[in-house]
Each structure stands twice: as structure tokens, then as C-alpha cells.
């Protein structure tokens, strides 16, 4: 990818602390504030649908319980993932990728989609998101993949090759040029405390650009922003809004 098509803000987990995350409703509350951008987790279920949910298990963002990739998708759809956060969001299912993919179509929304396999299916995960990423994205900007499971990056890169990579990284690597290299990578996504002014410039400098998450106070997205940081993900999508300046 020769140019950054993607905005300086993005709404982590679609609607950050103002809705469930990793929902339609979350999208939707996203766009309802002009985000142009969002970041979303995907993993498969047991029989191989595209599905949005962060952990391994069921129980902090829904009523479910257990392994969800253990689950099949039938089984799936009954879970409710949005009574947990507010009763306004009573009933609100586990989305799936192709469902989403139609929201950022409607809303006009580019997308960060990261590769959150059950634990095991790295390969598997990171060769059928691309694919599907591939197909359901055409005619849209193309959905950035990252992940934190270097072999989900890999399967993703030699399945769909032309969909631009970013690798994740929660603690500092000092390997980071060799693996993005390796990789293909576009960019590097960083918890944000792992950066200062110094490892921004370096990291610019070898032609990768960088995300950061979760930047939740406007001082630091500004001081990350006047550094070189090409994207802010945050959950505060009311105050660090489309339009944040440094």
C-alpha cells in the first residue's frame, strides 16, 4: 500500500464506552458521531462462521458462557450480547463479519479488523478472515488486519495477499523490524505506553505506520498525534471525536 488511506481517530471495538463492543448497536453509535473508522475483533465458531467477539469466552460480554469458538453458530445466535452493558441494548446477538461488512458500506466506514483466534486456530482463523475480508470488503477501502498471533498474520498474508497487515504488539519487541519485514507488514499497532518520541521516529522512519490503542484522554492522543502517530483508537469516541486536532 504505497498511500494511508485511514482517518487519524478510530472508534475501538465500533462504539467504544458508549455501547457493547463488537456490535452492530456499537457500530451504528460510532457512525452516529461521524467516526469515519472502526476496530473490531473476529474469531470462528465451531463451524467456521466469521464472528465478532474479543475473548475466548463467552462470559464478560454476554449472557453466554463457555468457549465460544466451541460453539456453533446456531448456538451462537442465541446468545444476548448487549444486556450486560445496559438494558437499552437488550438482545443485541453476536454479529457476524458479512453483517458488518454491510454496516461500514451503509455508514461509509473503513474498518481495522483484528484477527482474535480461539486459542490453537491462528492459521485457520488468519487464512478464512482474509478470504472473507477479501470478498465482502470489494469496491471499499480494504479493511486493515492485525492481529497479535504472528501465525493468524501469516496464513492472512499468504491467503490474500494485497489486503494491508499491521502487527500487534501489547510489550516491546526489539525484533519488530524482522517480523513486520517478514510480514509485509504496513504498519505497527501499539499499546500506546510502549511509545515516546524517540521509538515513534524510529518506527516512521523505517516506513511503517503506526496505530496505537486504547488512548482514552485527549492530552495524550494530542502528544501522540504532534509525535507521528497515524491513528488514535480510543474509547472515548464522544471527546476524541473525527475531527481531534493536536
Known amino acids: 500500500m504505497s498511500h494511508w488511506p485511514y ?3 478510530v472508534a475501538h471495538r465500533g462504539g467504544g464506552k458508549l455501547a457493547p463492543e463488537n456490535t452492530l448497536a456499537g457500530i451504528d453509535t460510532g457512525a452516529r458521531l461521524g467516526h469515519t473508522m472502526i476496530e473490531f475483533d473476529v474469531k470462528l465458531s465451531r463451524d467456521g462462521e466469521i464472528f465478532l467477539l ?7 460480554t454476554s449472557n453466554g458462557w463457555g468457549v465460544a469458538g466451541d460453539l456453533a453458530w446456531s448456538d451462537l445466535l442465541k446468545v444476548d450480547a448487549g444486556s450486560w452493558f445496559s ?9 457476524l463479519l458479512s453483517q458488518v461488512a454491510d454496516r461500514c ?3 461509509g466506514m473503513m474498518a481495522n479488523i ?5 486459542t490453537g486456530t491462528g492459521p485457520l482463523t488468519g487464512k478464512t478472515v482474509a478470504l472473507a475480508a477479501r470478498a465482502l470488503w470489494q469496491g471499499m477501502t480494504p479493511p486493515l488486519l492485525s492481529s497479535f498471533e504472528i501465525d493468524a498474520l501469516e496464513a492472512a498474508q499468504q491467503a490474500a495477499p494485497e489486503l494491508p497487515r499491521g502487527l500487534l504488539l501489547d510489550e516491546w519487541r526489539n ?3 524482522e517480523l ?3 510480514l509485509s507488514c504496513v504498519s505497527l499497532h501499539l499499546n500506546h505506553k510502549l511509545l515516546n518520541a524517540q521509538r515513534t521516529a524510529e518506527i516512521k522512519a523505517a516506513g511503517l505506520h503506526i496505530l496505537v490503542y486504547t488512548v482514552n484522554q485527549p492530552q495524550r492522543a494530542a502528544e501522540l498525534l504532534r509525535w507521528g502517530v497515524d491513528c488514535i483508537c480510543t474509547d ?3 471527546i476524541i471525536g473525527p475531527d481531534f486536532q493536536p
Open 7 to 9: 482517518p487519524a481517530v
Open 87 to 95: 438494558g437499552e441494548f437488550k438482545g443485541e446477538p453476536l454479529p
Open 236 to 238: 472515548r469516541i464522544d
Open 175 to 177: 525484533d519488530w523490524r
Open 180 to 182: 513486520t519485514a517478514r
Open 114 to 118: 483484528e484477527i482474535k483466534p480461539t
Open 105 to 107: 458500506r451503509q455508514h
Open 54 to 60: 474479543h475473548d475466548d469466552n463467552l462470559e464478560r
